[in-house]
């Protein structure tokens, strides 16, 4: 694909994820990979747990996602290669419309004011709108928890809903981050362990988290390092050691440069605390930390721009 088209359609992308946000969810790909996974999930895992390992689950689980993953890539190169075809100009548009879908920056950014403000009303409402965001149960969380949770979710899908599907768009154009999404969605719904949904996930969903876990090891790193880069924090020997205390070999590396850029303390009860010697974030942070994404945007459009011209020759 042409260097420039690519650019012009990735730019095209991210002007219309800002002006317009999402389709509605008729016309939105995440949504059919939602329904997708949803359906073959039903009978890929079990209802009551069998004997550890179970490798039909496994089995099952990993030729569900292998099916899906080929359906998505394949239709996303069907589409990009139909529009090559077409004009110049008409080709970026055209990309550009079919990219944006697997980006939510503006959405991610809204949902995270959105927990804001619900703060400012009351913790209860405050709560309920975090619940939106998360899957962690929010009864017992209090302000400052609920607010470390919607900075968390900022950075972590900072990564998966912008850094990563770009940046596999830069190497592999649109079935790049087509595929990106479909794996990240199938972790998402898939990728637990023990019961979700009446459904044992513990191996049924174990290929679709080392697919995700796979995917979205250097997009992350990439996502930690910038976000340190435009904060001006000199901290990576910190990033290096607070990264590894998430149960995820990769969230932790967004969440945990966020943390430290706000010197704030960031976690997830009973399972991990990152910057433990940071402060409770206040409403500011939200703020700061809204600001560092968005800047993290913008110097991960100048990178990919770049990497599109070095990759074009």
Known sequence: MNWAVAAAALLL?????VWLGEPRARWHPVVW?????????QRAAPTQAARDPDFKAFVLGALAWSAGAAIVCVAAWWLQYALLQ???????????????????WAMLQREVQAVEAALGESLDAGRQRLAWLVSRDVAALTEGQVRESAIESLAENLNDSVVA?????VLFGLPGAALYRF????????????????????WAGKWAAWADDLLSWLPARITAVLLLAVAGSGRGWALLREARLTPSPNSGWPMAAMALVLDVRLGKPGVYILNRDGRVPEAMDTVRAIRYARNTLLSL???ALVALVLIAK
């Open 165 to 169: 599907p770009i940046f596999w768009f």
């Open 33 to 41: 990979i939602g329904n997708y996974l949803g359906w073959v999930g």
């Open 183 to 202: 794996a990240n969605t199938a972790d998402a719904m898939w990728g637990y362990r023990g019961e979700r949904n009446g459904r044992i996930w513990e």
């Open 86 to 104: 077409l004009p110049v100009l008409l080709t970026a548009l055209l990309l550009g419309l079919a990219l944006k879908p697997l980006l939510a």
């Open 13 to 17: 992308a991210l002007v219309v994820d």
């Open 301 to 303: 459009i100048l990178v």
